[in-house]
């Protein structure tokens, strides 16, 4: 408890604190062999995550449980599950008598050693119950007075872990609707309004094309599931290079890649541009399953741009966003306006093409904002499967040009 109040909750992984937790019990002479913390948190794809600890392990593991976990067979039978959905304390002496059917969490302990096991809640002010387990493998078990004493530590325990459970969930909701790097600097106090710094940037501005028209025919729940299998090719390949989703716009997206994250402006431009392929080819796959399945093809048009930014708080007193601003995000938007009139789907500007390490193909100038002043925009070399797959009118409207 002295450890818990001190050292202990200022700790701020909660995988190391609960590690060191565990060293701790053993240092004040419990025979643990193993211990588990197990928390549902707030998080689109996952239901929760738990920390394993093994006395004669060299490493910590942790689990992650997506949602659903909990209509598994798994869970239905195991002795957490009344903890964590009523707040009861289970003990089961695993060395003893023959155990109940569906035990097979406890029976699998006790073919390795284990003989006497406690799961013990730790309720959060939710109400919402949250689960810590301990294994002995000492002969006849924890004493009583050594459950006494672990069942006296779980007010401070639900403290501490509730503490690292919303760091946990106000990062995970931040970074999930924000982006991370903005969420990142919310967490950092960057909160007021105005306030952000001034970053070169890639811009990648991307739009399905024909949407309307798509949403006016098909259900909702169908328009929802097209624009999230559209959504998850696009922003994938993003987070793997690194890149930022500021927002969704309708059928559209908005990200940045920052030109010091990638390296400078030539990585930069390489990493927007693997992903814009990576797009592409995803999209060409889901166009192969959407014809098997007699839909529609999707189309999608993108933009890329190099230049200034600025990246940070926008809106009114009560409700901002965090989001890139400046004439460089302008012109990103109309190039990929642009990928409607001249039928390219990915449509690059002079500054980005300038900074990228191979040719690009030239298509033409066009006036790109309200200075009236033609500038030259480029397109990557097409795949040799996406020129074949490509549309006829698209096809006929590129040889036009």
Not at 64 to 88: C, N, W, Y
Not at 275 to 284: K, N
Not at 388 to 400: F, I, K, M, T, V
Request: aromatic share 8%; glycine share 10%; net charge neutral.
């Amino acid at each position: 408890m002295a450890w818990l109040l001190s050292s202990g909750r200022h700790i701020a992984s909660p995988a190391e604190f609960f590690d060191q937790f565990c060293w701790v019990l053993t240092a004040s002479g419990l025979a643990l062999w193993r211990a588990s913390v197990h928390m549902q948190v707030l998080h689109p794809q996952l239901r929760g995550f738990a920390y394993r600890w093994w006395r004669d392990r060299a490493c910590l593991e942790e689990i992650v449980g997506k949602h659903g976990i909990e209509q598994t067979a798994a869970f239905r039978d195991s002795p957490l599950r009344p903890v964590m959905a009523t707040g009861a304390v289970v003990r089961h002496r695993v060395g003893g008598p023959a155990l109940g059917s569906g035990m097979v969490l406890l029976r699998e302990l006790q073919e390795q050693g284990a003989t006497d096991y406690l799961a013990m809640p730790l309720t959060f002010l939710s109400g919402r119950h949250q689960a810590i387990t301990f294994t002995t493998d000492r002969e006849g078990g924890f004493g009583e007075d050594e459950i006494t004493r672990l069942l006296q530590l779980a007010p401070v325990l639900t403290l501490i872990f509730e503490v690292h459970a919303t760091r946990f969930m106000m990062a995970t909701l931040l970074n999930t609707y924000i982006g991370r790097k903005a969420g990142t600097q919310v967490l950092e106090g960057r909160v007021r309004r105005g306030s952000g710094e001034h970053i070169q940037a890639v811009i990648l501005v991307a739009d399905l094309r024909g949407f309307t028209a798509l949403s006016d025919r098909l259900p909702s729940e169908q328009v929802l599931d097209v624009l999230n299998r559209v959504f998850d090719l696009i922003v994938t390949p993003i987070h793997a290079e690194g890149g930022e989703v500021l927002k969704f716009l309708g059928d559209g997206l908005l990200a940045i890649f920052s030109v010091e994250a990638c390296g400078g402006n030539s990585g930069a431009t390489e990493c927007a541009l693997k992903v814009a392929a990576a797009i592409m080819a995803g999209l060409d796959e889901l166009n192969v399953q959407r014809c098997t399945e007699r839909f529609d093809r999707i189309e999608l048009g993108i933009g890329l741009h190099l230049g200034p930014v600025f990246f940070g708080n926008v809106g009114a007193e009560d409700r901002l966003d965090f989001t890139a601003l400046g004439p460089a995000v302008n012109l990103a938007f109309r190039l990929e306006a642009l990928t409607k009139r001249i039928g390219s789907p990915i449509i690059v500007s002079g500054e980005f093409a300038g900074a990228y390490t191979a040719a690009m193909h030239p298509l033409g100038r066009y006036a790109l904002d309200h200075s009236g002043e033609r500038k030259p925009v480029f397109a990557p070399a097409p795949s040799p499967r996406r020129q074949a797959e490509a549309p006829q009118s698209a096809r006929l409207h590129a040889g036009g040009r």
